[in-house]
């Protein structure tokens, strides 16, 4: 009978630790749940690292609120949701994140009652003299232009009204001078009763995006022109 030659074959035995030091055994279970474990901590860690953030992002930093009314028409209607900079009027020693200037929209703490908050604009800064007349604002006797004032809601005209403003407070209206409350009503608003700026419409979505500080241009006296004389000799 024909004998056919066996080719050779290696033989293979199970791999040990002992026929090579680098070689790491693991087992395959264990090694499953340890990981299962360390990333679950990392998760709890990171879930946790992110509450902290938007915690100190709420106190510190950035806060959302809700408009309330119809007083900030047209520029911000009933129901609509800012978010506002708290950060930017800090004060730490005598570093100042930020200061407050005729335009920004402001919430605060209404003087008469500081559990509720108004949202309102600056009108007149610490110093300055207002004069509400005949719908029309003046600072220090020199009208201030407000092109995004609109006519519809400044028909009712009120009574004319001159306010001086103290220092570390502030003259604020609405923008619907129609139907706002602010210190032409209940007077000036206290610099420290101011608690932020929105800068930031996130709801309705259709308008989301950053608010504008507006346009306020009070002109410059005119020049007087000094003539001097002299007699002929």
């Known amino acids: 009978m ?10 293979f ?5 002992d026929d090579d030091g680098s070689i790491d055994v693991m087992e395959v279970r264990r090694e ?6 360390s990333e679950g901590l990392r998760l709890v860690r990171d879930v946790f690292l992110i509450i902290v953030v938007f915690v100190l992002l709420g106190v510190f930093a950035v806060q959302p609120v809700v408009v309330e ?3 900030m028409l047209p520029h911000l209607a009933d129901g609509e949701r800012l978010l506002v900079n708290k950060l930017v009027y800090y004060k730490w020693q005598s570093v100042s994140w930020g200061h407050l200037e005729r335009g920004d929209i402001v919430v605060f703490w209404y003087p008469s009652d500081p559990d509720k908050s108004y949202v309102k604009r600056i009108i007149g800064l610490p110093g300055e003299t207002v004069e509400v007349r005949n719908g029309r604002v003046y600072i220090n006797g020199r009208e201030l232009r407000e092109p995004y004032i609109d006519e519809i809601h400044n028909q009712n005209l009120r009574d004319s009204i001159v306010k001086a403003v103290d220092q570390h407070y502030y003259f604020v209206m609405g923008d619907n001078r129609d139907n706002s409350s602010d210190s032409r009503v209940w007077g000036l608003v206290p610099e420290k009763y101011i608690y ?3 800068f930031f419409r996130y709801w309705q979505p259709s308008k989301a995006g950053f608010l504008e500080h507006g346009e306020y241009d009070i002109p410059a006296p005119p020049a007087v022109e000094s003539v001097t004389s002299s007699d002929d000799k």
Request: glycine share 14%.
């Open 196 to 198: 932020g700026k929105a």
């Open 32 to 37: 499953s749940r340890q990981g299962l474990w």
């Open 69 to 71: 009314g119809t007083s």
């Open 13 to 17: 035995g199970l791999v040990s630790a």
């Open 2 to 11: 024909f004998e056919f030659r066996k080719k050779n074959h290696i033989e």
